[in-house]
């Protein structure tokens, strides 16, 4: 499928929020990214209200686009939907293609390889990467959507984070032994653990966004 020029722009601003280029709170200005991306307005709103769509923008009245703030709100029912939806997959994995099996561990290789050379936000790629190949077990495209389109909006909560290794690092070993319940055949350990696993991740998200209001009061 061709990509219009409005999708386009969407990925590449896109990437730049989840790679924190358009750090949440930042107005999107449409004189400035036309200028730097060399397209229309009208190509530009179309890009915006994709965007909106998929939570990673808001529209203000008379104020513009603004990369979305979330609150400790969006980020629990966020956490409530893709527990769900991971644990689904631990469920399925004793059915799930080889290579769904094989996503699951190599991201936890590219997280650690990325760990040993210092790349603290290629580690949260890969942490991402890795939940999405653990719901990836069920086999469904539809949760491989919901997935990416809840993965892109938990990336804003992780700006809040103020040590992107200090937030990660500890899930590396705890992402190895996710991996290795599973390629044993533990899969009611493995959803034990997932779940105390994301419960632990949601309480450290949520003490920082915390943290942050509270500078913000």
Do not use: C, K
């Amino acid at each position: 499928m061709t990509l219009s020029t409005a999708q386009r722009v969407a990925g590449v601003l896109r990437d730049r929020i989840e790679g924190g280029g358009l750090p949440p709170g930042t107005r999107l200005s449409e004189e400035a990214l036309g200028r730097d991306l060399g397209v229309s307005r009208n190509t530009l709103r179309e890009a915006f209200r994709l965007l909106v769509h998929e939570s990673l923008v808001v529209h203000r009245l008379n104020r513009g686009v603004f990369v979305r703030v979330v609150d400790p709100a969006d980020v629990t029912d966020i956490y409530r939907v893709r527990a769900a939806l991971e644990r689904a997959g631990v469920r399925a994995a004793a059915g799930a293609a080889p290579a769904l099996r094989a996503a699951v561990t190599a991201a936890v290789d590219h997280a650690e390889r990325a760990a040993a050379r210092g790349d603290w936000q290629e580690v949260a790629s890969a942490d991402l990467r890795f939940h999405r190949a653990l719901a990836a077990l069920s086999g469904s495209p539809r949760i491989d959507a919901a997935m990416d389109r809840l993965l892109a909006e938990l990336r804003l909560a992780f700006h809040a984070m103020p040590s992107p290794r200090r937030f990660h690092e500890p899930f590396l070993v705890r992402n190895r032994a996710l991996a290795r319940l599973l390629e044993d055949g533990e899969h009611a350990a493995a959803e034990r653990e997932l779940t105390t696993y994301l419960d632990d991740a949601l309480e450290l998200i949520l003490g920082a966004l915390r943290e942050r209001e509270g500078e913000n009061a």
